[in-house]
């Protein structure tokens, strides 16, 4: 999305993380990690979702993810950063094989594992940008941004889980604004190369 | 740590955590997640480590705490992300404390979780930190900054749970790089103000 938002052209090259392809020795040598995303670009490769689009941000300045001023640039971080920090690392595919693997999780415990952080994060969330007038029809005026782009995939991401949008209804309406860009609808998980 | 870098002034507010503090009606009132740190700044409340520090490197540019290239700035960037979303989010009091609840892991399964993740972003991390020759005296160069603190308040949480740092021969060089500098010596636990 970022990349689409950007206008770059790019080469996707998919990885099946449920066949672990990146844990593959071709991948570790990209990124000793084995964790996606990973960017190749001016010849150097790059990791990390939100330092990757702190580097288009910065080599790319033109169709901003990060307003001007200090302060506002510091919100939609803290805005990308608690879906980033607080909801994707606990609720990502490995983890919820890891509490599989030592506490026997089921599906139902994955589902509550992965709604419990959801909702842990996103309803303090719908709160600060409800009281917080530079809410617009994005998550900082009205042009998406960082925080948008991790908002947007973590709302695709619930839908796995049944995780029910409805009781946030800034985040359900920013979702859906993002839902109307071509730059957003390309980043859904149907519309990539590898979708099934 | 960051702020002592910066050379600038602070008044410290303790919350114990283990009291739940963080969850009180007055500190909800200034972030809505119930998380710390927080910072108030310009009349602003800031929240989220890494975006608060983000803020600190802009608005106070002196000691800068990433580097001026961008595919540097990237590199730091993605080596602090490596613990403030791989590691962090997932080791922190809420989430043993969650896996207790929910799953009875006891002291021994709460070390065993935390041992996992650490190990598992530690690991590459020194492999990618050895292999680089942007690698220095610090994480990125001879100067401390951005991921230089995470990974010091990374090896000191280690500890808690007796995960031994001598594994990784770069980290624990950093680290003990880090720990001879007045402004990283102020960071550690026993040098707070509430330290027990």
Same mark, same amino acid.
């Given at each position: 999305? /970022? &990349? !689409?938002?950007?206008?770059?052209?790019?080469?996707?090259?998919?990885? #099946? +993380? $449920?066949?672990?392809?990146?844990?593959?020795?071709?991948?570790?040598?990209?990124?000793?990690?084995?964790?996606?995303?990973?960017?190749?670009?001016?010849?150097?490769?790059?990791?990390?979702?939100?330092?990757?689009?702190?580097?288009?941000?910065?080599?790319?300045?033109?169709?901003?993810?990060?307003?001007?001023?200090?302060?506002?640039?510091?919100?939609?971080? /803290? &805005? !990308?950063?608690?879906?980033?920090?607080?909801?994707?690392?606990?609720? #990502? +595919? $490995?983890?919820?094989?890891?509490?599989?693997?030592?506490?026997?999780?089921?599906?139902?415990?994955?589902?509550?594992?992965?709604?419990?952080?959801?909702?842990?994060?996103?309803?303090?969330?719908?709160?600060?940008?409800?009281?917080?007038?530079?809410?617009?029809?994005?998550?900082?005026?009205?042009?998406?941004?960082?925080?948008?782009?991790?908002?947007?995939?973590? &709302?695709?991401?619930?839908?796995?889980?049944?995780?029910?949008?409805?009781?946030?209804?800034?985040?359900?309406?920013?979702?859906?604004?993002?839902?109307?860009?071509?730059?957003?609808?390309?980043?859904?998980?149907?519309?990539?190369?590898?979708?099934?």
């Amino acid at each position: 999305m /970022a &990349l !689409a938002l950007k206008g770059l052209e790019y080469e996707y090259i998919a990885l #099946n +993380l $449920r066949k672990d392809e990146q844990r593959a020795s071709h991948f570790l040598a990209i990124n000793p990690q084995g964790l996606v995303p990973a960017l190749e670009i001016d010849g150097t490769i790059l990791t990390q979702s939100l330092p990757i689009m702190e580097y288009l941000e910065e080599r790319f300045p033109d169709r901003p993810l990060l307003p001007k001023d200090t302060s506002g640039r510091a919100r939609v971080r /803290a &805005l !990308a950063s608690m879906i980033a920090c607080e909801i994707h690392p606990l609720n #990502n +595919l $490995r983890v919820l094989r890891h509490i599989e693997d030592v506490f026997g999780a089921d599906a139902e415990a994955q589902k509550a594992w992965f709604t419990h952080w959801a909702v842990s994060t996103l309803t303090p969330m719908e709160q600060m940008l409800a009281a917080d007038k530079r809410t617009g029809r994005f998550c900082h005026g009205d042009e998406p941004g960082l925080a948008d782009i991790c908002l947007f995939a973590q &709302l695709i991401n619930n839908r796995r889980f049944g995780v029910d949008a409805e009781q946030w209804p800034t985040l359900l309406r920013i979702g859906a604004a993002c839902a109307e860009l071509p730059e957003f609808a390309a980043g859904v998980p149907d519309a990539q190369p590898d979708a099934l």
